[in-house]
């Protein structure tokens, strides 16, 4: 592995381990690296998941601060992105990718137009339930958690993305609490999925990626929780639709 090969992991790892904490989609920029330099695809998603998990970490305690009253709500939700993420690693492994892949876009799309409208539709949800989640808002939060599970277990762009526009919806919260909650259900989904490629199908690991891939990450979710933090509400919605629309486009043009 040459210099400039290692050099070119970390700084995907330092981008992407930065974009997943203030919305999401830093795969986007790590696989494709991984692809340049001949990596086989799905080993490379597989060490890219591990490599990642570092990130996510550093990312979620960057968050802390907002996230200081949410326990009992992250215990609640937790538990739909671990089993999503099971799923999702599962399938990764067992199907052609094509089985899943053509919905993505799809999802992204769903999720992008989630994120604009979300500010409106939280309002209309909160004059009709008086800031009380309802037993039927709890269900379509959880059920599209598992959702997201999957689909953050079987590849993991825009995962951040279609988890915020689903929770600035059906949750009456800031939207930096909604992306705090974020980064920690996407750290679950990454180290789930990582423990599962390990435990399955170890071989598929490439060590010397995950270790660069994580060095970057890690500096990535500390420089991430910054800017997050530090950016309003209504540029923070514009990143997410930029991200989200680069990773539409990218998906659909590969």
Do not use: C
Not at 92 to 120: H, N, Q, Y
Not at 156 to 181: D, F, K, R, T, Y
Not at 206 to 229: H, P
């Amino acid at each position: 592995m040459s210099v400039w090969e290692v050099a070119a992991i970390i700084l995907a790892g330092l981008a992407a381990g930065t974009i997943n904490t203030i919305v999401g989609s830093g795969t986007l920029i790590t696989f494709p690296t991984l692809l340049f330099f001949g990596y086989a695809p799905v080993s490379a998603n597989i060490s890219n998941s591990l490599g990642l998990v570092p990130g996510g970490v550093t990312g979620a305690w960057g968050y802390r601060h907002e996230l200081r009253t949410l326990g009992p709500m992250l215990r609640r939700l937790a538990p739909a992105s671990l089993v999503g993420s099971v799923i999702g690693a599962l399938l990764l492994l067992w199907l052609p990718p094509e089985a899943f892949e053509t919905i993505v876009p799809v999802l992204i799309a769903l999720a992008l137009l989630l994120v604009v409208l979300g500010p409106r539709l939280s309002a209309w949800a909160t004059r009709h339930h008086a800031e009380r989640i309802t037993p039927g808002r709890w269900l379509v939060l959880i059920l599209g958690i598992l959702v997201a599970g999957i689909y953050g277990g079987y590849f993991g762009a825009a995962q951040g993305v279609l988890l915020l526009g689903l929770m600035s919806i059906l949750l009456p919260l800031g939207l930096q609490q909604i992306n705090g909650i974020k980064n920690v259900l996407g750290m679950i989904v990454n180290f789930v999925a990582a423990m599962v490629f390990l435990i399955v199908d170890p071989s598929q690991v490439d060590w010397t990626i995950v270790l660069l891939i994580g060095i970057g990450s890690v500096a990535g979710g500390v420089l991430g929780a910054r800017v997050g933090r530090s950016m309003p509400p209504v540029l923070l919605r514009t990143v997410i639709v930029v991200v989200g629309l680069v990773a539409i486009a990218y998906l659909l043009l590969t």
